[in-house]
């Protein structure tokens, strides 16, 4: 006769075993002395977890969690809008740049002023301001760009 697992005496301490089952129980606690002082130390194991009483979460921790999540809460009520305000300055500083370049390069000498700066105009190379230049300020931007974003962004919850 094979002996009971913990799982089948478990059931016989809890009065669900089969009579196959408690048969096999008796059977082994008259034979067995190690199995009977087994069977001693879980019965003692199962009466304790029977008068413990379970424990329920501290009301400070629930609160604190409700807390927390209403503070989160309040801090992501910002508008749209606002969210945005970065990304139209930027969008509205790259507008105006790509618009200055395209107009300096088509103005037509019509007074001194003008026919001054077309003359310093000339004197760049056309292709330093494309290839230097534009990259250049753009690099600059984007970094300006990045770290007030990087700045808001770390300010929110």
Same mark, same amino acid.
């Not at 087994?38 to 424990?55: N, R």
């Not at 534009?134 to 984007?142: G, I, K, R, S, Y």
């Given at each position: 006769?094979?002996?009971?697992?913990?799982?089948?005496?478990?059931?016989?301490?809890?009065?669900?075993?089969?009579?196959?089952?408690?048969?096999?129980?008796?059977?082994?606690?008259?034979?067995?002395?190690?199995?009977?002082?087994?069977?001693?130390?879980?019965?003692?194991?199962?009466?304790?977890?029977?008068?413990?009483? &379970?424990?329920?979460?501290?009301?400070?921790?629930? %609160?604190? +969690?409700?807390?927390?999540?209403?503070? *989160?809460?309040? #801090?992501? =009520?910002?508008?749209?809008?606002?969210?945005?305000?970065?990304?139209?300055?930027?969008?509205?500083?790259?507008?105006?740049?790509?618009?200055?370049?395209?107009?300096?390069?088509?103005?037509?000498?019509?007074?001194?002023?003008?026919?001054?700066?077309?003359?310093?105009?000339?004197?760049?190379?056309?292709? &330093?301001?494309?290839?230097?230049?534009?990259?250049? %300020?753009? +690099?600059?931007?984007?970094?300006?760009? *990045?770290?007030? #974003?990087? =700045?808001?962004?770390?300010?929110?919850?």
């Amino acid at each position: 006769m094979q002996q009971l697992n913990d799982d089948e005496l478990f059931e016989v301490l809890d009065g669900t075993a089969t009579d196959e089952l408690q048969q096999r129980h008796r059977y082994w606690l008259e034979t067995n002395a190690a199995y009977q002082e087994y069977f001693t130390e879980l019965s003692q194991l199962h009466h304790d977890l029977e008068m413990m009483h &379970l424990e329920s979460p501290s009301m400070a921790f629930e %609160n604190n +969690v409700i807390r927390q999540w209403a503070s *989160e809460k309040s #801090l992501s =009520k910002r508008s749209v809008p606002i969210r945005w305000i970065p990304f139209l300055f930027i969008g509205t500083m790259l507008l105006l740049t790509w618009v200055g370049v395209y107009i300096l390069g088509d103005t037509q000498p019509t007074n001194l002023w003008t026919e001054q700066l077309k003359g310093w105009n000339q004197s760049l190379n056309p292709t &330093l301001i494309q290839q230097v230049l534009l990259p250049l %300020n753009a +690099v600059l931007f984007l970094l300006i760009a *990045e770290r007030i #974003l990087r =700045k808001r962004l770390n300010q929110e919850p």
